[in-house]
Structures are given as C-alpha cells and as structure tokens.
T-cell receptor, first 116, second 114 residues
Framework: AQSVTQLDSHVSVSEGTPVLLRCNYS??????LFWYVQHPNKGLQLLLK??????LVKGINGFEAEFKKSETSFHLTKPSAHMSDAAEYFC??????????????FGKGTHLIIQP | DAGVTQSPTHLIKTRGQQVTLRCSPK?????VSWYQQALGQGPQFIFQ???????QRGNFPDRFSGHQFPNYSSELNVNALLLGDSALYLC?????????????FGNGTRLTVT
C-alpha cells in the first residue's frame, strides 16, 4: 500500500523568498515520487520526478526536491518565488511493484500563495 | 506534437442521467488512465486501459466504466449520476513498459451534476 501526506494545505510566501512544500510518503516498495503542479482550470504538469537515481532532483522552473529515505520525505523547494508559481502542488507516489506509473496516489495538495 | 486532449471541457447533467467523457492520448502513447478530482482534493485513480482492456482499477463503483479504442483513445462512462460525481475528470496517457515515466495529463472535463 502507498500513501502521501502533504503537511501543509496552504503556504504563503513573499515574491523573491524561498519556497518549501513538505511531503511525506509511505510505500511498501522502493517508490517513484513526483511533484505535479496544477494552475487554475488546467490539467497537471510534471515538475520533477525521483526514480532511484540521484536523491536531489532538479525540475522545471527552478524547483528541486530531495528524496530522504530515512525520513520518508520528498520536500519541494525553490530558492526564489515568482508570482507565476502561485498554483496547487501535488506530491505523488507510485509503488514500483504495482507497475510504476499505474495508479498513482496523490496527496491532497498544497495551495501556494505568492504575496507581492 | 499534440498532447492529451479531452472533450467536452464542461458538462452539466441531472441526477440519474448517464455521461460519456472522451480522451485522446498524447501521440505515441498507448495507455490511458482516468482520474477523478473532487473540489479541493487530489486526483483519485479510477482505472487504466491498455490494449483495449481495463488493466487496473481504483476504488470506484461499477457505475464507472470505460473503453479504449484501437487508436488508443478512450471513453469514461458514468451511469446513474449522483451529486457526488461532480468533479474534474482527468485523463492521462503514458507508454506501457516505461513504468517510471510520468503521466501526461489533459486539462480535464468539469462535470456538474444537479
């Protein structure tokens, strides 16, 4: 069984300051982990993915995430927030033994607010 | 290179009616997954189709059914609609065998049941 917990439903930061969106996961096997972003009335766009290669993963738009097995965490960070980063962010886990991309489990999402 | 396309974008139905949503996968993809995203929630996996068969299914009742066509496009059917079926329905495509490849999502169909 796999599950994802996003620790904050809302995060508010000022433009130009760092962003931290927290995610903890549970998986019976070595997981694949993803972060997706969803802008209003849009589908989901992949930011980055972890699939057992380097533990520090770099994604698009300056985002990165670090896989920490000992802490079962996969937090998303960005050094400097931009107004266009305002969106809903989802942490996603895939159980490798279950087929990887099949049947992803999404967290409930973190709404990122950027203050001018 | 066309991405995942879904139709219609919005739909309003009455309780008890039936609805069909459509999805064309990204070019080169052969697997289609459907997700339900209720307001304020993360998407939940409904089922996945490959080679015109349902491969995996999430925790959804039999009122939810699907189909995949030889050209890999897919339909999601929901019978006997309930108010709780109101949601954004997302289609995602992938390529079988690339198990750790991310899904490509469409923009979704917003279903409102009144």
């Amino acid at each position: 069984a796999q599950s994802v917990t996003q620790l904050d439903s809302h995060v508010s930061v000022s433009e130009g300051t760092p962003v931290l969106l927290r995610c903890n996961y549970s998986s019976s096997y070595s997981p694949s982990l993803f972060w997706y972003v969803q802008h209003p009335n849009k589908g989901l766009q992949l930011l980055l993915k972890y699939t057992s290669a380097a533990t520090l993963v770099k994604g698009i738009n300056g985002f990165e995430a670090e896989f920490k097995k000992s802490e079962t965490s996969f937090h998303l960070t960005k050094p400097s927030a931009h107004m266009s980063d305002a969106a809903e962010y989802f942490c996603v886990v895939s159980d490798r033994a279950g087929g990887g991309a099949d049947g992803l489990t999404f967290g409930k999402g973190t709404h990122l607010i950027i203050q001018p | 290179d066309a991405g995942v396309t879904q139709s219609p974008t919005h739909l309003i139905k009455t309780r008890g009616q039936q609805v069909t949503l459509r999805c064309s996968p990204k070019s080169g993809h052969d697997t289609v997954s459907w997700y339900q995203q209720a307001l304020g929630q993360g998407p939940q996996f409904i089922f996945q189709y490959y080679e015109e068969e349902e491969r995996q299914r999430g925790n959804f009742p039999d009122r939810f059914s699907g189909h995949q066509f030889p050209n890999y496009s897919s339909e999601l059917n929901v019978n006997a609609l309930l108010l709780g079926d109101s949601a954004l329905y997302l289609c995602a495509s992938s390529l079988v065998g690339e198990w750790n490849s991310p899904l490509h999502f469409g923009n979704g169909t917003r279903l409102t049941v009144t």
